[in-house]
């Protein structure tokens, strides 16, 4: 089994920036690739940004050029740099593990509230 945990998020003001970690443990060889998501309230959950052990990376468009995803694997941990925060990104962020059996671990998620 895999577990993600979560830590950073927080309030902050507009223009700020955050960094959101992830930590996998137990069967992580079974990690397919790994990533960020968020989901504001009365919406849907929705990809931010995912990363595959080799370092290929996706982005929303709405998130590029501000949103920068990366990983330790020495330390098995991803992390999402957030720069230009925007009241509009405020929400719950969850890190997410895609199995190569297709199935799909959460972090237990992190409020990220951004004040103008």
């Known amino acids: 089994q895999v577990q993600l945990v979560q830590s950073g998020g927080g309030l902050v003001q507009a223009g700020g920036s955050l960094r959101l970690s992830c930590a996998a443990s137990?069967?992580?060889?079974?990690?397919?690739?790994m990533g960020w998501y968020r989901q504001a309230p009365g919406k849907q959950r929705d990809m931010v940004a995912t990363?595959?052990?080799?370092?290929?990376?996706n982005y929303a468009d709405s998130v590029k050029g501000r949103f920068t995803i990366s990983r330790d694997n020495a330390k098995n941990t991803e992390y999402l740099q957030i720069t230009g925060l925007k009241p509009e990104d405020t929400a719950v962020y969850y890190c997410?593990?895609?199995?190569?059996?297709?199935?799909?671990?959460w972090g237990q998620g992190t409020q990220v509230t951004v004040s103008s």
């Open positions: 990363t595959t052990w080799g370092g290929n990376t």
């Open positions: 137990g069967s992580i060889f079974n990690i397919n690739r």
């Open positions: 997410d593990a895609l199995l190569y059996s297709g199935s799909r671990i």
